[in-house]
Antibody, heavy 116, light 107 residues
Framework: EVQLVQSGAEVKKPGESLKISCKGS????????IGWVRQMPGKGLEWMGI????????RYSPSFQGQVTISADKSISTAYLQWSSLKASDTAMYYC?????????WGRGTLVTVSS | EIVLTQSPATLSLSPGERATLSCRAS??????LAWYQQKPGQAPRLLIY???NRATGIPARFSGSGSGTDFTLTISSLEPEDFAVYYC?????????FGPGTKVDIK
């Protein structure tokens, strides 16, 4: 089955670091771009950035550049989204997605809650 | 950055009715526009890509049209499972943007 499997929900305190993951299966992971999309509670979708696991070429939304780091380990077909210092405003659902023009495959999402 | 505007914000209709959703881009995106459906508690799913092509497994009652700056998603006859939020999305110069969404709810 072609799917993106995301890591589980996280509860963190402000200032902590975090790395969430997205594992692709059922297709050639290195041949498709993987992106990340944020959805804050009750809000719409925001594109954060995208990576090509084949060569780690990465692009960021200006809104998220410098705020997060996107990476991938093609040997284990996994992409990552990480924060070095979380804020309460990072509380959201984060989806990994496949595609470079539109997103034809979505993970189920990782809920990140940041609260003191 | 290209801004997408969707209208209306909410569309209240009954099952069996026709739904017409609009997405307008602040500048031309040619035909590089997609539509997604999101139900409560679920990830979005791709419905339409390149303005008018149905994604795999999407029923024929969903259709997309338009090019340039004005696009339409039409649901010909609403089924109970179609009540959801719909987003449009474009990519230009490696910047992806989504519209704010249209909620289709039951009248």
């Amino acid at each position: 089955e072609v799917q993106l499997v995301q890591s589980g929900a996280e509860v963190k305190k402000p200032g902590e670091s975090l790395k969430i993951s997205c594992k692709g299966s059922g297709y050639s992971f290195t041949s498709y771009w993987i992106g990340w999309v944020r959805q804050m509670p009750g809000k719409g979708l925001e594109w954060m950035g995208i990576i090509y696991p084949g060569d780690s070429d990465t692009r960021y939304s200006p809104s998220f550049q410098g705020q997060v780091t996107i990476s991938a380990d093609k040997s284990i077909s996994t992409a990552y989204l990480q924060w070095s210092s979380l804020k309460a405003s990072d509380t959201a659902m984060y989806y990994c997605v496949r595609g470079d023009w539109y997103f034809d495959l979505w993970g189920r999402g990782t809920l990140v809650t940041v609260s003191s | 950055e290209i801004v997408l505007t969707q209208s209306p914000a909410t569309l209240s209709l009954s099952p069996g009715e026709r739904a017409t959703l609009s997405c307008r881009a602040s500048q031309s995106v040619s035909s590089y526009l997609a539509w997604y459906q999101q139900k409560p508690g679920q990830a979005p799913r791709l419905l339409i890509y390149d303005a008018s092509n149905r994604a795999t497994g999407i029923p024929a009652r969903f259709s997309g049209s338009g090019s340039g700056t004005d696009f339409t998603l039409t649901i010909s006859s609403l089924e109970p499972e179609d009540f959801a939020v719909y987003y449009c999305q474009q990519r230009s110069n490696w910047l992806f943007t989504f519209g704010p969404g249209t909620k289709v709810d039951i009248k």
